[in-house]
């Protein structure tokens, strides 16, 4: 791919890049025919070579690292065609050592998971399947907020690109457009009492699907469902990772960022106060009354105010 990025306009012979990357000509043949089945458009036969007919969505580092410099994620992208989960690759590479900042993206999950016993659907170049690595100097308690702050980095990515588009997010982890769900966040950290080890942030984000497995049509939407047009997930993706670059440092750094991630959150969620709701592992049910200072949140029952510590909210 990268070598038909530098030469996107003419025509590579086979054998030029055989000899690039070290390999026969008839496993560049092979590996031409796995790029198109992922979708790129590339001219061209053995003989005469291949050219790229048009740019590939891919999430490739070389489109990302050139636009996230000066953020903590432009330094370590890892791209796969297909996995099993990136929250996954990322705990096993957190254990291993890897850096801060350190990026896991896949075109395609073959286990992508969502919260509890979820699975998250994870069909090729179509959807956003991303987690990332943070070693925070923070205590376990306050990790909700920074998985609230995704929920608004995403919520920002997508204003950004487009701004008729209003997100709606839905505590503590799920953006919302037209009351389905366009995308989910893992949170996943190994942590002590006091102190977190690391966590990793997997985000998942409908893109350009144009159609869902039934069991999700009345429950999930894409963006390009949404609005009528393919998106750029390049374009979306260095958003997201830009913004969420913003949230994560004034986390870390300015002592009054908890307050506007809480207050900008209930701002952008309909369903923070005043919604009739039941939290399914718990049977809490109620009205919402908007998150408390840690950012958990409040539901007034019949048995007075309770705060929900986890679980899935449904609307009601
Ligand atoms: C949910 O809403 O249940 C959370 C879904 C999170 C899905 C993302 S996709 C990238 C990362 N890898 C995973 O296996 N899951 C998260």
């Known amino acids: ?100 900042g350190s990026v896991f993206i896949a075109e395609q999950q073959t286990a992508g998971r969502g919260r509890g016993a979820n699975q998250w659907h994870s069909a090729r170049s179509t959807g956003i399947y991303c987690s990332v690595l943070l070693r925070p100097a923070l205590p376990p308690s306050d990790v909700l907020v920074l998985t609230l702050a995704t929920g608004l980095a995403v919520h920002s990515a997508i204003q950004e690109i487009d701004s008729r588009v209003v997100p709606d997010l839905k505590w503590p982890n799920d953006v919302l457009i037209g009351g389905k769900k366009v995308c989910g966040i893992l949170t996943e950290m190994n942590a002590e009492i006091t102190r977190v080890r690391y966590v990793v942030v997997g985000i998942g984000i409908n893109v350009n699907q144009s159609k869902f497995p039934a069991e999700l049509q009345t429950l999930a939407t894409s963006l390009r469902l949404a609005t009528g047009t393919e998106w750029s997930r390049v374009e979306l993706c260095t958003a997201l990772l830009k913004s969420l670059d913003r949230e994560y440092r004034r986390l870390l750094e300015s002592p009054d960022a908890a307050t506007s991630i809480l207050r900008r959150f209930q701002e952008r969620s309909s369903s923070a106060h005043g919604r009739q709701v039941e939290v399914e592992e718990n049977g809490i049910e109620g009205v919402t009354e908007g998150l408390d200072a840690r950012g958990f949140l409040q539901v007034r029952t019949a048995q007075g105010v309770r705060t929900v510590l986890s679980g899935t909210v449904r609307l009601k």
Do not use: C
């Open 1 to 100: 791919m990268r070598l038909l990025i530098a030469h996107a306009t003419v025509v590579v012979s086979g054998t030029k890049i055989a000899a690039e990357i070290g390999t026969s000509r008839s496993e560049v043949w092979r590996l031409v025919q796995q790029l198109r089945d992922l979708g790129v458009d590339i001219a061209g036969h053995p003989s005469t070579g291949y050219s790229l007919k048009s740019m590939p969505d891919l999430l490739l580092p070389d489109m990302l690292v050139p636009q996230l410099h000066g953020t903590i994620f432009g330094k370590h992208i890892h791209h796969h065609y297909k996995i099993g989960s990136t929250n996954t690759v990322a705990m096993d590479a957190a254990i291993a050592g890897a850096p801060e």
